[in-house]
């Protein structure tokens, strides 16, 4: 059945889309939407690490994205600059070294396409293990810390003064980001990859008015964003992440709807 | 281990430094089981400091604290919940402990909202919201709440009610209680042992003794100082709920 590397690619997302959903949720929560975006632009770097020193791309993002994240916290603690510069300054330096780095490598046909906006012939049975097994234990580990991240994002005094250790679960969620865009970067490339975590999540936000019904819709809209997308893809033959997110934008869009209702029936 | 059961927290010359400026410093308290301690000061004074180091939220940079609490709840002053969080004030009540609903309604009752709880907290009006926050630590049987200007926001009637209710919750759970108030009446009425901070500890001890002290009197001018000792006067005694004098 696997064989098909359309299904290959389907069976990945869907993975992929389940893990992003509950991850996403927080990251809106958070307000981090832009460290998303910063530890995946710094993924390219990761994968061409993995092309020089020949290590598994998904192993290699992982390390550079939660290297990323522990310079962001120490750089905070040592300069004046606000979160948001720092984490520019980040984002476009690691995103730079990657694509000076590709330059060196020209001894290897690069794909950049691929890298940067996601490729689903690339997709391998390998890949599908290690997304639903890498997914399993994200999952498991955020089912653990869930209440302690989830009281930390209400308030973080609160949490730490009710004995919720959040210092301890707030790191632990850098991991599991870096862990997620580690896992997502074939599928969806380094430079779309904050979308799937985002779109899915604010389309939940419009139509949810409880934490775990956000949670829960975050996951369907994105596999149903994942599946409609990659279709789009084989047809029209675009490239797998921006179909995925295109599609997922149009589902926003449509979540709008209620909203809109809702408003016109309040002004009425 | 705790020589006396009764201790909950003790602060032995604690201080926070930030960016090498004191924050405060010198501060020693003892919060007990079944007590009232609370802390009175000017702003800036280090009051929400002082309770963050008896919460274990702040480390202290000198002194050292020993907290023998085993469940502590926490009303903090200014809490502002992202609107991107669809939270119920259900959720809210279960956010660091799985409370059975019977319990957060009957929380919730005390305070008078449980008509709210499956509004969203964002939709709440700050008063509302205050009791929220004071349902949930409640709720949690603590035997330690720290209480950071609970009734901000909240009605007149309500204050005192709610004031009431802290009293009544003290006695009840037989929990040891740290509150920040402005409310120098509640304060010098119904409290064990106030602390008057700016910085440092100005004085400490009891209602009756403060009111007398000339540091207290300078930190809170002449004039309220007078009125609250009247007050204190009028008032060394308690009634019974028909009003008769209690002895």
């Given at each position: 059945m696997f064989d098909d590397f359309f299904i290959r690619a389907l069976v990945a997302g869907v993975g992929i889309a389940i893990v992003a959903g509950p991850l996403g949720c927080l990251v809106i929560w958070r307000r981090l939407s832009y460290f998303g975006d910063t530890l995946s632009h710094s993924a390219l770097l990761g994968v061409t690490l993995a092309y020089s020193f020949s290590l598994n791309i998904a192993f290699s993002v992982f390390v550079i994205s939660a290297v990323v994240a522990l310079l962001l916290v120490s750089l905070q603690k040592r300069t004046k600059l606000a979160g948001d510069s720092l984490l520019g300054l980040l984002a476009h330096s690691t995103l730079a070294i990657g694509l000076v780095l590709i330059g060196f490598l020209s001894y290897i046909r690069f794909d950049l396409?691929?890298?940067?906006?996601?490729?689903?012939?690339?997709?391998?049975?390998?890949?599908?293990?290690?997304?639903?097994?890498?997914g399993s234990i994200i999952l498991i580990i955020l089912y653990f810390i869930w209440k302690s991240l989830f009281s930390a994002t209400v308030n973080y005094d609160l949490s730490a003064a009710e004995g919720m250790r959040p210092e301890v679960s707030n790191f632990i969620f850098t991991l599991l980001l870096a862990g997620v865009i580690a896992l997502s970067i074939k599928?969806?490339?380094?430079?779309?990859?904050?979308?799937?975590?985002?779109?899915?999540?604010?389309?939940?936000?419009?139509?949810?008015?409880?934490?775990?019904?956000?949670?829960?819709?975050?996951?369907?809209?994105?596999?149903?964003?994942?599946?409609?997308?990659?279709?789009?893809?084989?047809?029209?033959?675009?490239?797998?992440?921006p179909s995925i997110i295109v599609v997922a934008l149009l589902l926003f869009i449509i979540s709008l709807v209620p909203l809109e209702i809702k408003g016109q029936l309040q002004k009425r | 281990m705790n020589e006396n059961n009764n201790l909950l927290v003790r602060l032995k010359d604690c201080g926070v430094q930030k960016s090498s400026k004191w924050i405060?410093?010198?501060?020693?308290?003892?919060?007990?089981?079944?007590?009232i301690v609370t802390l009175i000061g000017p702003n800036g004074s280090g009051k929400t400091t002082t309770a963050k180091m008896a919460l274990n939220i702040l480390k202290s940079d000198e002194g050292s604290?020993?907290?023998?609490?085993?469940?502590?709840?926490?009303?903090?002053?200014?809490?502002?919940?992202?609107?991107?969080?669809?939270?119920?004030?259900?959720?809210?009540?279960?956010?660091?402990?799985?409370i059975n609903k019977d319990e957060i309604i009957e929380a919730l009752e005390l305070t008078e909202v449980q008509h709210l709880i499956y509004n969203?907290?964002?939709?709440?009006?700050?008063?509302?919201?205050?009791?929220v926050l004071i349902a949930r630590a409640i709720a949690k049987k603590p035997d330690l709440l720290v209480l950071d200007e609970p009734v901000q926001g909240v009605d007149f009637n309500g204050e005192i009610a709610l004031y009431n209710l802290i009293k009544e919750i003290c006695t009840k759970l037989n929990c040891g209680i740290l509150l920040i108030s402005h409310d120098l009446h509640f304060v010098m009425s119904a409290t064990d042992h106030v602390i008057c901070l700016n910085g440092h500890i100005c004085c400490?001890?009891?209602?009756?003794?403060?009111?007398?002290?000339?540091?207290?009197?300078?930190?809170?001018?002449?004039?309220?100082?007078?009125?609250?000792?009247?007050?204190?006067?009028?008032?060394?005694?308690?009634?019974?709920?028909?009003?008769?004098v209690k002895n």
């Amino acid at each position: 059945m696997f064989d098909d590397f359309f299904i290959r690619a389907l069976v990945a997302g869907v993975g992929i889309a389940i893990v992003a959903g509950p991850l996403g949720c927080l990251v809106i929560w958070r307000r981090l939407s832009y460290f998303g975006d910063t530890l995946s632009h710094s993924a390219l770097l990761g994968v061409t690490l993995a092309y020089s020193f020949s290590l598994n791309i998904a192993f290699s993002v992982f390390v550079i994205s939660a290297v990323v994240a522990l310079l962001l916290v120490s750089l905070q603690k040592r300069t004046k600059l606000a979160g948001d510069s720092l984490l520019g300054l980040l984002a476009h330096s690691t995103l730079a070294i990657g694509l000076v780095l590709i330059g060196f490598l020209s001894y290897i046909r690069f794909d950049l396409m691929g890298l940067l906006f996601g490729d689903i012939l690339a997709v391998t049975t390998a890949d599908i293990g290690l997304v639903w097994i890498g997914g399993s234990i994200i999952l498991i580990i955020l089912y653990f810390i869930w209440k302690s991240l989830f009281s930390a994002t209400v308030n973080y005094d609160l949490s730490a003064a009710e004995g919720m250790r959040p210092e301890v679960s707030n790191f632990i969620f850098t991991l599991l980001l870096a862990g997620v865009i580690a896992l997502s970067i074939k599928m969806i490339g380094a430079l779309l990859i904050t979308g799937l975590l985002l779109i899915p999540a604010a389309i939940a936000r419009n139509i949810s008015n409880s934490p775990k019904q956000m949670i829960v819709i975050a996951i369907l809209s994105g596999i149903l964003s994942v599946v409609v997308g990659l279709f789009a893809s084989l047809e029209i033959n675009t490239s797998s992440g921006p179909s995925i997110i295109v599609v997922a934008l149009l589902l926003f869009i449509i979540s709008l709807v209620p909203l809109e209702i809702k408003g016109q029936l309040q002004k009425r | 281990m705790n020589e006396n059961n009764n201790l909950l927290v003790r602060l032995k010359d604690c201080g926070v430094q930030k960016s090498s400026k004191w924050i405060v410093k010198g501060i020693s308290l003892e919060i007990h089981k079944g007590k009232i301690v609370t802390l009175i000061g000017p702003n800036g004074s280090g009051k929400t400091t002082t309770a963050k180091m008896a919460l274990n939220i702040l480390k202290s940079d000198e002194g050292s604290i020993e907290n023998y609490s085993t469940k502590m709840a926490y009303v903090p002053q200014k809490i502002s919940i992202d609107w991107t969080m669809p939270l119920r004030v259900l959720d809210f009540m279960n956010l660091t402990s799985h409370i059975n609903k019977d319990e957060i309604i009957e929380a919730l009752e005390l305070t008078e909202v449980q008509h709210l709880i499956y509004n969203e907290i964002h939709n709440l009006s700050g008063g509302e919201f205050q009791r929220v926050l004071i349902a949930r630590a409640i709720a949690k049987k603590p035997d330690l709440l720290v209480l950071d200007e609970p009734v901000q926001g909240v009605d007149f009637n309500g204050e005192i009610a709610l004031y009431n209710l802290i009293k009544e919750i003290c006695t009840k759970l037989n929990c040891g209680i740290l509150l920040i108030s402005h409310d120098l009446h509640f304060v010098m009425s119904a409290t064990d042992h106030v602390i008057c901070l700016n910085g440092h500890i100005c004085c400490s001890g009891s209602p009756k003794s403060i009111v007398k002290n000339s540091s207290y009197i300078e930190l809170f001018g002449e004039h309220n100082a007078a009125t609250l000792s009247l007050y204190q006067h009028e008032h060394d005694h308690s009634h019974q709920t028909d009003g008769s004098v209690k002895n």
